[in-house]
């Protein structure tokens, strides 16, 4: 087991769109592994594997509060197969764009198709955060950031923030108050 390093934009692999898993060996096992301390040591809910450089359709998950027992989830080749009309806005954030959140409108519920370790194929229907975070996670596998669900006013603004500091070699700071762009005008 090892944490590795997350991938933050502009990185352009995070533009992947990520190959099925054909077949789940020793090798997706240990990536699992791997996911799941880096997902810990972040800390982060959730990590698609593009996030740490492997463009295969794996994702780990554990929405556990902080006082409970871990509940590692892992969600190999997720597909949804239904998404409700109803929508619910969440705010979000992504461990690829730290220090930024922002409220992202998604569909309420989702039924989700996956298979787990043992290669055996689940559908479950999935409500509230454990939706939107599977909703966040399959967008990965297929190259697409929650900042792709904001207004291109906001996405700019942050794209070009994370430019800016990674010709600089900078860590990105959060935005300030009026660098934000107001909401009515967002
Ligand atoms: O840690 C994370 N928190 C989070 C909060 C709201 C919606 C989605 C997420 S996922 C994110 C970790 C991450 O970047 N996963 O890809
Ligand atoms: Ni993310």
Redesign the pocket.
């Known amino acids: 087991m090892a944490t590795r390093d997350i991938l933050v934009i502009p990185d352009k692999r995070l533009r992947l769109v990520s190959e099925p898993v054909k077949t789940i060996d020793k090798d997706i096992r240990a990536l699992v592994d791997d996911m799941l301390e880096t997902m810990y040591a972040a800390p ?5 594997a593009i ?1 740490i450089g492997v463009p295969k359709r794996v994702v780990t998950m554990d929405l556990a509060k902080k006082d409970e027992p871990k509940q590692p989830r892992v969600f190999i080749n997720p597909e949804v197969m239904f998404a409700s009309e109803e929508k619910s806005a ?1 705010e ?5 764009i730290p220090e930024y959140y922002e409220e992202v409108e998604r569909p309420l519920s989702v039924k989700v198709k996956y298979l787990d370790l043992d290669g055996k194929e689940h559908v479950i229907e999935a409500t509230g955060l454990l939706a ?2 599977l909703q ?2 399959i967008d ?1 596998t297929n190259g697409v950031l929650f900042i792709d669900h904001i207004s291109k006013l906001k996405r700019d603004m942050v794209i070009k923030k994370f430019k800016k500091a990674a010709k600089r070699g900078e860590p990105v700071k959060p935005l300030s108050e009026d660098e934000k762009p107001s909401h009515h005008i967002g």
């Open positions: 982060g809910i959730g990590l698609a996030q969440y979000e954030g992504c461990l690829s939107t975070c966040h996670e990965h």
